[in-house]
């Protein structure tokens, strides 16, 4: 995939940044607070998302993002109540961990192909989840930890009621997506697009796997537990159960829907879009929810392959009834061959 | 000294050698070609001085310095780029952007300059683009820089690996079966290049089965059969060479 | 002790019923299904259907369970894996998930949220010298030892079975002498899915039948062919009866710790020996 040009490039940040000023104001004009929490909701969705997409880049399914985000959130509880530290620090502190950990493990397991990878990061995700339910002294077990401080008030602003954490959740959302943004679309997204690709290929042209593999891994999961820290110190509780495979598959679920050609805009879309119908089915229709998810799930997977951020794309191409055959497995975004085909 | 010297290069898998103790060494810009029937282990030799394989005897010195048990990437990094049997490009992008992709070596910025979008490694992408382009002009590929690599005809992505080979700033390029699958036109524009590029001062180690290339285009070659090598000299010597006919027509025998 | 033993065996059988099917599956369509799990949870809620509602005969029951979801397993086949021939591991791996999550859906509607209880079929304990087994348990060793000694015999001595091994070691090799691979895919999608159910079934009665059992049995199976080697069948027996043990061991001596030790092991092989103990991924090696 070229790197949109200087034209494109200027576009994206003129429409990203319209798009930013709109999701500032939605507060101003949204009446009913309980709405922005499904907005909030969104915001950490898209930041693991995003992580999920661009680990995928390299061809590194991984089924344990939600782990991570789980162990954000705990290890700046723990940061915050046990040494007191201010949630800003935690929040840093966590990601910085995250990241730590991410390497450590990443060095170790990510030299494995394809689906042993996404088998091991499910493990993982498991074995954490276990110990928090065991070791109790530290994670509290089944009741989790509660009581967590919520953020410290700065520059007069107090976290007492959602709207702060709102352009909170959009500050980091937005940091997350500016980051994953330019990677994608510097060398280090070619790079990550080679191996993913052809690591063979890859390889033979000087790519070294393991230093780049580890990279986004890092990466990926500094955010993850960025996102995890503030969604601590949102829900101001944290249960074990909430960050396990089913979790992860979740996250999956929304940036395929989304869309994965791009590292930003498609996991946004799935996250907004995914976050707000699933908060819609709680309540009368729990029931459906998962039905729905993966019914939906497969119809993107075999109608809409470039997720739901192509859906502009399909509808002008199939308006215009243009035909471009050569590029069409580009604009679907898949990278190894178009689906349908045998 | 030599550029590349290789000794006694044995590989064996399981209970069968597929490499039994070959030695060749390539020293000047030359080409050196590579034949032999079907399952000789040629594709394996190439395997083996990339990286991609783990010799179980025999020694790879690049000048001079020992660089078996190197992985593929370090193995590219000091000049010794091959290209692969199959058509190896990245499907998705286009001819430009396959080379570009390829260029990881020559970049003088780093990537977090890259995240950042600093000046410094605008010129240096720019640079790479250029650089790119330049390749696909010496490859005569310059109507079909933005062709969509997975949608080309078979010769045109033969030519892209190369291009990619060349990308990678190579001392030594190693082709394997670069012709395959070619035809007259595009063969004979082959062997321009491969003459070229012995002229630029890049060595070449051909694998190939045409042998109006490898006989029109190698100042050396060897032969290898069941692992072995039967035979080597100037093609001339091998032309005439009765191993190495016998070679060839006794497998073909066994076919027919 | 005893006990313990005989429990390791019996939840080692039903592993081993499971992590084959799931094993044939990927062997031979090169899919890890992912839903492999919900199709040992419709067999045991079928099983519940057929026993405790409409009170037909245990084995009649079991047997008619495998056969349903084996259709569901031949639909879903035709459906969806036919189509992923070649698509990218995402569209793959997103399907099968999808199916994964929307099949638990699907069932939590039709069976309803809560546990239900299946009765045991056959009461009473079996004494001897001072070991006590319920006949229970002893059914459900004995039925899943003849399943599997049911599908060695036909992939050893049918034609089905061999032309699935060589389906496995070389597809494109087969199609060229002639088998018919997407009949095999068929059969093997149809005995794969059966095997799952068997195992739910057989199950049913000593645990609770829910729409949500899927996901822990699908872990499982994912830990029991990781640890034996993607594709293989004796890889599979070995480690269902690993993992049988473990947890059974683990369970009387250890406590709650015990489920961490299974993915423990998964890390520990896959870092030591990625292809699993028995492992030519790719394979049934025989």
């Not at chain 1, 992580?51 to 723990?78: M, Q």
């Not at chain 1, 397991?109 to 996404?118: E, T, V």
């Not at chain 1, 590029?327 to 689906?339: D, I, Q, T, W």
Request: charged share 15%; with cysteine; hydrophobic share 50%.
């Amino acid at each position: 995939m070229k790197s949109p040009s200087d034209e494109a490039q200027k576009r994206t940040w003129m429409g990203s940044s319209l798009l930013l000023v709109v999701v500032c104001l939605v507060p101003v004009f949204m009446k009913e607070q309980y709405y922005l929490h499904f907005l909030i909701m969104s915001g950490v969705s898209a930041i693991l998302c995003m992580g999920w997409t661009l680990l995928l880049r390299l061809g590194l399914f991984s089924l344990g993002h939600a782990a991570f985000l789980g162990i954000g959130g705990y290890c700046s509880a723990i940061l915050a109540m046990r040494l007191g530290l201010s949630f800003w620090l935690a929040l840093l502190l966590s990601g910085l961990f995250n990241a730590l950990l991410a390497f450590c493990l990443g060095m170790i397991i990510l030299r494995l192909k394809g689906i042993y990878f996404a088998v091991v990061t499910f493990a993982f995700g498991e074995v954490v989840r276990i110990l928090y339910l065991n070791w109790t002294s530290l994670f509290g077990g089944f009741t989790g930890i509660s009581g967590i401080p919520r953020p410290t008030p700065v520059l007069g602003v107090v976290f007492d009621s959602k709207i702060p954490y709102y352009y909170l959740i959009v500050l980091l959302t937005t940091l997350t997506a500016v980051v994953m943004y330019r990677i994608d679309h510097s060398r280090a997204g070619r790079i990550f697009r080679a191996i993913g690709h052809s690591a063979d290929l890859a390889q033979s042209q000087g790519m070294d796997l393991r230093k780049h593999k580890v990279m986004s891994f890092t990466v990926s999961c500094f955010f993850a537990g960025i996102a995890g820290s503030f969604l601590a110190h949102y829900y101001t509780s944290l249960y074990p159960n909430e960050f396990g495979v089913w979790d992860s598959i979740l996250v999956q679920i929304k940036a395929t829907v989304g869309g994965v050609a791009t590292v930003v805009s498609g996991p946004i879309v799935g996250a907004v879009v995914m976050t707000v119908v699933s908060e819609l089915f709680r309540g009368y229709m729990s029931a459906l929810e998962p039905l729905f998810f993966g019914i939906f799930l497969i119809l993107v997977v075999f109608f809409l392959p470039g997720g739901l951020q192509s859906l502009p794309g399909v509808i002008r191409r199939v308006l215009r009834t243009e035909k471009t055959p050569a590029f069409s497995n580009r604009a679907k975004g898949l990278e190894n061959g178009s689906l349908g085909d045998s | 000294m030599a550029l590349l010297e290789i000794r006694d290069l044995t590989i064996t898998f399981g209970g069968l050698t597929a490499l039994n103790k070959v030695s060749l060494h390539l020293n000047e810009p030359s080409v050196l070609g590579i034949i032999g029937p079907n399952g000789a282990g040629k594709t394996t030799l190439f395997n083996l001085v990339s990286g991609f394989l783990h010799p179980t005897g025999g020694e790879i010195l690049w000048r001079g310095k020992n660089i078996k048990g190197l992985k593929p990437p370090r193995v590219a990094a000091l000049g010794l780029v091959r290209t692969f049997q199959a058509n190896l490009v990245y499907r998705d992008a286009s001819v430009l952007e396959n080379i570009i992709r390829a260029s990881y070596l020559h970049v003088q910025t780093n990537l977090l300059q890259g995240v950042l979008n600093t000046k410094a490694y605008r010129r240096d992408e720019e640079a790479i683009a250029r650089r790119a382009r330049e390749i696909i002009h010496f490859m005569e590929m310059d109507d079909w820089s933005s062709a969509v690599a997975g949608s080309l005809p078979h010769g045109l992505q033969r030519k892209l690996g190369i291009s990619m080979a060349l990308a990678c700033a190579p001392k030594v390029i190693m082709l394997d079966e670069p012709a395959a699958g070619m035809n007259a036109t595009d063969t004979a524009h082959l062997m321009e290049k491969i003459r070229q590029l012995r002229e630029e001062g890049i060595g070449v180690m051909l694998v190939e089965h045409d042998m109006r290339v490898v006989m029109g285009v190698c100042d050396h070659i060897i032969v290898l059969n069941y692992g072995q090598k039967i035979a080597e000299g100037t093609p001339r010597e091998i032309q005439k060479d009765e191993r190495v006919i016998e070679a060839y027509l006794g497998s073909e025998e066994a076919v027919t | 002790m005893g006990q313990v033993i005989v429990n390791a065996l019996m939840l080692g059988m039903t592993y081993v019923l499971m992590a084959s099917g799931l094993s044939l599956i990927f062997g031979i369509l090169q899919i890890v299904n992912f839903a492999h799990g919900q199709f040992y949870m419709i067999g045991a809620i079928v099983l519940y259907w057929l026993y405790m509602l409409l009170g037909l005969p245990y084995i009649l029951a079991v047997f008619l369970s495998m056969v349903v979801v084996a259709g569901v397993g031949v639909a879903v086949e035709r459906t969806f894996f036919k189509r992923l021939l070649n698509a990218p591991i995402v569209a793959v791996l997103g399907v099968v998930l999808g199916l994964m999550v929307g099949l638990e859906g699907l069932m939590e509607l039709l069976f309803g949220e809560d546990d239900k209880n299946v009765t045991t079929a056959f009461r009473g304990v079996l004494n001897v010298h001072q070991f006590s087994i319920s006949y229970e348990r002893m059914i459900i060793i004995g039925a899943s030892l003849l399943i599997m000694i049911l599908l060695y015999c036909w992939i050893r001595y049918t034609v089905e079975g061999t032309a699935t091994r060589a389906v496995a070691q070389d597809r494109r090799a087969a199609e060229l002498v002639g088998i018919d691979v997407d009949r095999i895919r068929l059969l093997i999608m149809a005995i794969g899915s059966a095997l799952a159910a068997a195992a739910g079934s057989l199950i049913a009665p000593l645990f609770f039948v829910s729409p949500y059992i899927g996901t822990t049995a699908m872990l499982k199976s994912l830990i029991i062919i990781t640890l034996g080697g993607m594709g293989s069948l004796p890889g599979a027996a070995l480690g269902g009866l690993i993992l049988g043990f473990i947890e059974s061991f683990g369970q009387t001596y250890l406590g709650n710790i015990t489920e961490m030790l299974g993915f423990l092991l998964v890390i520990l092989i896959l870092l030591v020996k990625p292809q699993g103990l028995f492992g030519v991924p790719f394979e049934i090696a025989e």
